[in-house]
């Protein structure tokens, strides 16, 4: 009868070590998926930022203002396009 | 065990009554049970009270932030971002400040010392916020100080990349991100995020150590694909700007709509401002003229009118309408010409906008079929884009139609109507006679429209309205190179306390290619004060500016030679109304 007490004891014990065990790998697992989540945030916002960037960027009006102040770039008059029409294969003037 | 009854050994001198140790046993037994009693109603009654106290001392609830949705073009280019950003607090009954630290402090925030000591002088409360919404880089430097007590919020701003271009159209967010204005407004309820909470064990130093449970879910907003084209939108905006500016006028604002799908492309106002900014302007700036404000059109309702009276059989586009001279007289008021003539056909009637014309095809047809199709083509109830403050127009009921009434509302007095609403009413030319639903949202297969004129009708009046660009016609400033166009001039007299007085809006609505329409653009130009003021002279080259670049833009073959455009040296066909 003893045998089997001292037996259950040690039982008891290896167990309540388990659950400690258990509890605190759940809670460093856990802390690292926060970390993880975190990071998936801030991953977020930068690409939400980046896209706002490109966004301001690339507005028509500032593509516009460069090509004409830096590369003297200029919309062509009518006169000056040359229309290419596949179904002839010729190049139409105007 | 028991004393009670235990002989007590006197030392001889005193024998104490045995009830007393009866009583001090009794006494201790019954608190004792008192102890055992509160012990077990906390913990297995009343448990509820400790483990709350337990759990305030670890458990915490957290808001978890949902965000608002990213407002797009129809080419996924952003309009509206919502990114973080840091906002400044203090507790100030915790705050351990020095002078030195204050005015570093106010530096960087951009408050004034004064105010800085101000907000933190009130130590009863605990939690004023010193600034709200602070870039991040600005943010770090707060917390570089490391003054106890101050600490920061993360919070969420709204960014416009289209700034003043899309200024109105958007609208714009409070500080907590609600939509106030515009489409921000009126989608609020799909890019509203809807913050969750949880509840966590944290341990001493702040970290989340567990879940417990998800009180409730976040719900982010979703992203919206508006209708709009970010190149056409930013087109569109700076040649209004330019023209209102030109002809220094009080505003102006264009519509260009997809005329096969009803889709709005752009929609810009001149004057405009920055939605970036915290500060906004007077209310008549925030604005979106386009959609929120109504103005007599003018003759860009006559081909409403002679379509209407096509449709009923009682002209034919080659009827000549006597225009007796330019002038008509009905319930003693005078209608009256720009350019009087004896006689005009129905074709030249919109060709050179005359009054007389239009209010004599009005006058033939009964007030209830006017009202129908006038009705039916969208005037005088909202257009369904549903933005906010949309002002329906006004289109009076028939049965109070004087004979007057009927006249000058064939040529657009006594109608009102807002840009967006007129823009509309056109696609009944491009469309072979169907209305299309006006939206704001990307649509990915074509609405149905409803049926207002004949196939025929309409293909009629369409080609009554090539002829206004033609030399001869009102507008032929708004002749595009390589694309047929179709359209209409208005010069409207201003309505002022019932009176018409010498001011004008100046307007042009138009559709093109005019082989198969695909865009229709309408411009309005609201008293132009320089030199000139007609429709076909301030609002056509804007049109034509607008258009042809969009076409081009978009890829929409050609349907004229490329020297399709006649420029006239001789005086334009000037209008009134």
């Given at each position: 009868m003893a045998r089997i007490n001292v037996l259950l004891l040690i039982l008891v014990i290896a167990c309540a070590l388990g659950v400690v065990t258990s509890q605190y790998k759940a809670r460093k697992l856990f802390v690292e998926l926060q970390q993880e989540k975190d990071r998936a945030q801030q991953m977020d916002v930068e690409w939400g930022q980046l896209q706002l960037e490109q966004g301001t960027l690339a507005m028509p009006a500032r593509v516009e203002k460069l090509a004409g102040n830096q590369l003297q770039m200029q919309m062509p008059q009518s006169g000056q396009i040359r229309y290419v029409r596949i179904d002839s294969g010729m190049v139409v003037r105007p | 065990m028991n004393y009670a009854t235990a002989p007590i050994q006197t030392t001889g001198q005193i024998a104490l009554p045995a009830w007393r140790s009866r009583l001090l046993f009794l006494l201790l037994l019954g608190a004792l049970a008192a102890l055992l009693a509160r012990a077990?109603?906390?913990?297995?009654?009343?448990?509820?009270?400790?483990?709350?106290?337990?759990?305030?001392?670890?458990?915490?609830?957290?808001?978890?932030?949902?965000?608002?949705?990213?407002?797009?073009?129809?080419?996924?280019?952003?309009?509206?971002?919502?990114?973080?950003?840091?906002?400044?607090?203090?507790?100030?009954?915790?705050?351990?400040?020095?002078?030195?630290?204050?005015?570093?402090?106010?530096?960087i925030v951009g408050l004034s010392p004064a105010e800085v000591k101000s907000k933190l002088s009130d130590t009863t409360r605990e939690f004023v916020y010193l600034k709200r919404q602070l870039p991040p880089e600005q943010a770090a430097k707060v917390v570089k100080l490391g003054i106890p007590g101050i600490s920061l919020q993360r919070e969420y701003r709204r960014y416009y990349p289209g700034g003043e271009v899309t200024a109105q159209l958007l609208g714009f967010t409070d500080v907590d991100d609600n939509g106030q204005e515009g489409i921000e407004l009126a989608l609020q309820a799909q890019l509203g995020g809807k913050a969750g909470s949880q509840h966590v064990i944290k341990d001493r130093r702040g970290y989340i150590v567990?879940?417990?449970?998800?009180?409730?879910?976040?719900?982010?907003?979703?992203?919206?694909?508006?209708?709009?084209?970010?190149?056409?939108?930013?087109?569109?905006?700076?040649?209004?700007?330019?023209?209102?500016?030109?002809?220094?006028?009080?505003?102006?604002?264009?519509?260009?709509?997809?005329?096969?799908?009803?889709?709005?492309?752009?929609?810009?106002?001149?004057?405009?401002?920055n939605s970036n900014n915290r500060d906004k302007p007077s209310p008549s700036i925030l604005r979106n003229h386009a959609v929120t404000d109504e103005f007599e059109p003018g003759s860009t309702m006559k081909p409403f009118t002679i379509a209407t009276a096509l449709e009923a059989g009682k002209i034919r586009p080659n009827t000549v309408i006597n225009t007796a001279g330019g002038a008509l007289t009905v319930n003693g008021r005078t209608i009256h010409d720009t350019h009087p003539q004896r006689a005009l056909t129905v074709g030249q009637v919109i060709q050179l906008s005359s009054n007389v014309g239009a209010a004599k095809i009005a006058l033939s047809l009964p007030?209830?079929?006017?009202?129908?199709?006038?009705?039916?083509?969208?005037?005088?109830?909202?257009?369904?884009?549903?933005?906010?403050?949309?002002?329906?127009?006004?289109?009076?009921?028939?049965?109070?139609?004087?004979?007057?009434?009927?006249?000058?509302?064939?040529?657009?007095n006594g109608i009102a109507v807002n840009l967006l609403q007129l823009a509309r009413a056109y696609t009944v030319f491009a469309n072979n006679g169907e209305l299309k639903p006006i939206t704001l949202l990307k649509q990915e297969t074509p609405p149905l429209g409803s049926k207002v004129y004949s196939d025929a009708t309409a293909q009629e009046v369409r080609d009554m309205m090539e002829t206004v660009v033609k030399p001869g016609g009102t507008a032929p400033l708004a002749q595009i190179t390589g694309y047929r166009v179709a359209g209409k001039t208005g010069t409207a007299h201003k309505l002022e306390n019932g009176k018409y007085v010498d001011r004008y809006v100046a307007s042009f609505v138009g559709l093109a290619p005019a082989s198969n329409p695909r865009l229709i653009v309408a411009v309005m130009i609201n008293e132009p004060s320089g030199a000139e003021y007609y429709g076909g002279l301030v609002a056509a080259p804007v049109f034509?500016?607008?258009?042809?670049?969009?076409?081009?833009l978009l890829g929409v073959p050609n349907d004229a030679p490329l020297d399709n455009v006649i420029r006239t040296l001789g005086e334009m066909i000037k209008e009134d109304a």
């Amino acid at each position: 009868m003893a045998r089997i007490n001292v037996l259950l004891l040690i039982l008891v014990i290896a167990c309540a070590l388990g659950v400690v065990t258990s509890q605190y790998k759940a809670r460093k697992l856990f802390v690292e998926l926060q970390q993880e989540k975190d990071r998936a945030q801030q991953m977020d916002v930068e690409w939400g930022q980046l896209q706002l960037e490109q966004g301001t960027l690339a507005m028509p009006a500032r593509v516009e203002k460069l090509a004409g102040n830096q590369l003297q770039m200029q919309m062509p008059q009518s006169g000056q396009i040359r229309y290419v029409r596949i179904d002839s294969g010729m190049v139409v003037r105007p | 065990m028991n004393y009670a009854t235990a002989p007590i050994q006197t030392t001889g001198q005193i024998a104490l009554p045995a009830w007393r140790s009866r009583l001090l046993f009794l006494l201790l037994l019954g608190a004792l049970a008192a102890l055992l009693a509160r012990a077990v109603y906390l913990q297995s009654i009343n448990d509820g009270f400790l483990q709350q106290k337990g759990d305030a001392r670890y458990g915490r609830i957290v808001e978890i932030h949902a965000h608002r949705g990213m407002i797009s073009d129809r080419h996924g280019e952003p309009l509206a971002v919502s990114t973080p950003v840091e906002s400044v607090w203090a507790s100030p009954a915790d705050v351990e400040v020095s002078t030195k630290q204050i005015l570093q402090l106010a530096n960087i925030v951009g408050l004034s010392p004064a105010e800085v000591k101000s907000k933190l002088s009130d130590t009863t409360r605990e939690f004023v916020y010193l600034k709200r919404q602070l870039p991040p880089e600005q943010a770090a430097k707060v917390v570089k100080l490391g003054i106890p007590g101050i600490s920061l919020q993360r919070e969420y701003r709204r960014y416009y990349p289209g700034g003043e271009v899309t200024a109105q159209l958007l609208g714009f967010t409070d500080v907590d991100d609600n939509g106030q204005e515009g489409i921000e407004l009126a989608l609020q309820a799909q890019l509203g995020g809807k913050a969750g909470s949880q509840h966590v064990i944290k341990d001493r130093r702040g970290y989340i150590v567990e879940d417990v449970a998800s009180l409730r879910a976040p719900k982010p907003g979703v992203d919206v694909a508006l209708s709009i084209d970010s190149k056409l939108q930013s087109l569109a905006f700076r040649e209004v700007k330019q023209a209102v500016e030109q002809h220094k006028a009080k505003s102006g604002s264009i519509v260009v709509l997809d005329a096969k799908s009803g889709e709005v492309l752009a929609l810009a106002n001149w004057p405009s401002y920055n939605s970036n900014n915290r500060d906004k302007p007077s209310p008549s700036i925030l604005r979106n003229h386009a959609v929120t404000d109504e103005f007599e059109p003018g003759s860009t309702m006559k081909p409403f009118t002679i379509a209407t009276a096509l449709e009923a059989g009682k002209i034919r586009p080659n009827t000549v309408i006597n225009t007796a001279g330019g002038a008509l007289t009905v319930n003693g008021r005078t209608i009256h010409d720009t350019h009087p003539q004896r006689a005009l056909t129905v074709g030249q009637v919109i060709q050179l906008s005359s009054n007389v014309g239009a209010a004599k095809i009005a006058l033939s047809l009964p007030p209830e079929t006017l009202w129908h199709a006038l009705n039916e083509d969208g005037f005088g109830s909202p257009t369904g884009s549903e933005f906010p403050g949309e002002a329906p127009g006004k289109l009076r009921d028939y049965k109070k139609w004087r004979p007057i009434d009927q006249a000058t509302i064939a040529y657009g007095n006594g109608i009102a109507v807002n840009l967006l609403q007129l823009a509309r009413a056109y696609t009944v030319f491009a469309n072979n006679g169907e209305l299309k639903p006006i939206t704001l949202l990307k649509q990915e297969t074509p609405p149905l429209g409803s049926k207002v004129y004949s196939d025929a009708t309409a293909q009629e009046v369409r080609d009554m309205m090539e002829t206004v660009v033609k030399p001869g016609g009102t507008a032929p400033l708004a002749q595009i190179t390589g694309y047929r166009v179709a359209g209409k001039t208005g010069t409207a007299h201003k309505l002022e306390n019932g009176k018409y007085v010498d001011r004008y809006v100046a307007s042009f609505v138009g559709l093109a290619p005019a082989s198969n329409p695909r865009l229709i653009v309408a411009v309005m130009i609201n008293e132009p004060s320089g030199a000139e003021y007609y429709g076909g002279l301030v609002a056509a080259p804007v049109f034509s500016n607008v258009m042809g670049a969009s076409l081009r833009l978009l890829g929409v073959p050609n349907d004229a030679p490329l020297d399709n455009v006649i420029r006239t040296l001789g005086e334009m066909i000037k209008e009134d109304a």
